[in-house]
Every structure is written in C-alpha cells, then in structure tokens.
C-alpha cells in the first residue's frame, strides 16, 4: 500500500511504516486457528493464562475473547536490558504474577520471541511453582536468532529477522496501537 492509502486507512501514525509484514485479517485469522486449538486442548483445566506486559496486551485479548471456556488471566512486567550485544542482554522481574500457580495448568502467552532469552528465564522462574503444567504460546516468531530452544506449543507466524512494530509491539513505546504488523520506515528507526 503507498503511505497516503495506509495514512488514509490507519492515520498518521501509518506514516512512517515503510511495509505491512502481516495484515490486521491475518493476524486475526490465525488467532481464530490458535484459539480453537487452546480451546479444545484446555476443556475441562480451567487454564490460567499467563501473558507478559505490555506487549502482549492485544494478543491476549483477542485471543481470551475467542475461547469459549473458563480461563483466568495474570501477567508477568520485565524490562530487559541490552548492553549492545544481544546476548549480553538480561532480564529483571518488575512485576510478578498475583495468584499461585501451583497444580494449575499455566499456558504463558507471549508477542514475539526472537533470542529466546526473556522466554527462558519467565519460564524457569514459573516452573519452580511446580504447575500442572506449562505450554508457551506466542504470537510472532524470529527463529533466526534464537540462542536457547523453547518448544512452542502454540505459534503464530515465524517472522523474518527485522525490527517491527504494531498489534502491541513497539519502537520507544509508538506504534503499539497499530493493528497490523510492519516495518518502520529507515528514517523512524532513530
Ligand atoms: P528475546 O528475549 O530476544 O526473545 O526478546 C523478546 C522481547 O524483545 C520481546 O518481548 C519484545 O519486547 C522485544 N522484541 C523483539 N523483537 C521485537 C520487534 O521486532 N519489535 C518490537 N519488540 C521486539
Ligand atoms: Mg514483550
């Protein structure tokens, strides 16, 4: 789409995407697939879905909204710190779940996993609750650069290796609010 056609549609932030890597339909297509899987793999658990801020915040919305059986929701707040390597990089726990977890069926819900590192040490940091058990479902995928492997039972979309923005990911915070996935222009990217 030109920018004056994206503009148009989705407003000025829609300005500065240089491409939609995933539409709005898409995404919600593939959320209905998602949710009827969970929905008929978790009949019967009373699941306690467990997503991390903030951006999963769309994801797991729309997600819950499509299950049509009980689950609960609690949510995870980290900030991650990146040196300048992205291995080097190391996550701090700012926000920790508000109910125990011990014997519930915890499906962790997550926006986008690329080195793997944030996933690792949530997940690590759950399984010493001893739950029932314990599954990972994330929307956007960046195998590329994974450096620990995390079986994801539930996935989205695997996404190519470049930094994008929208439906709850951000660059400095924009751009969450965007419906679509897709890349930042060059001279947004500062
Ligand atoms: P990981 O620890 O390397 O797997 O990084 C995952 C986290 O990095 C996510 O929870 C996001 O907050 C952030 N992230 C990774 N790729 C992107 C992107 O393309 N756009 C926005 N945030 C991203
Ligand atoms: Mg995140």
Do not use: W
């Amino acid at each position: 789409m030109k920018t004056n056609d994206l503009v148009n549609k989705y407003g000025e932030m829609a300005a500065d995407i240089g491409e939609i890597i995933i539409s709005e339909d898409q995404i919600q297509k593939r959320i209905q697939e998602i949710a009827d899987q969970i929905t008929s793999d978790y009949r019967g658990k009373y699941p306690v879905m467990v997503g991390v801020l903030k951006g999963v915040l769309f994801f797991m919305s729309d997600l819950m909204l499509k299950i049509p059986i009980p689950v609960e929701m609690d949510f995870l707040a980290v900030s991650r710190y990146s040196s300048e390597a992205r291995s080097k990089s190391f996550v701090r726990l700012l926000k920790d779940l508000d109910t125990p977890i011990t014997n519930r069926h915890i499906l962790f819900i997550e926006d986008v996993i690329d080195t793997g590192l944030t996933l690792n040490y949530l997940l690590k940091s759950l399984k010493e609750r001893e739950p029932a058990s314990l599954e990972v479902c994330v929307l956007f995928n960046k195998p590329k650069y994974r450096l620990i492997d995390i079986p994801l039972k539930y996935k989205g979309f695997d996404i190519p290796d470049r930094f994008v923005v929208g439906y709850g990911l951000d660059h400095k915070e924009k751009y969450r609010n965007l419906p679509f996935v897709g890349l930042l222009k060059a001279e947004a990217l500062h």
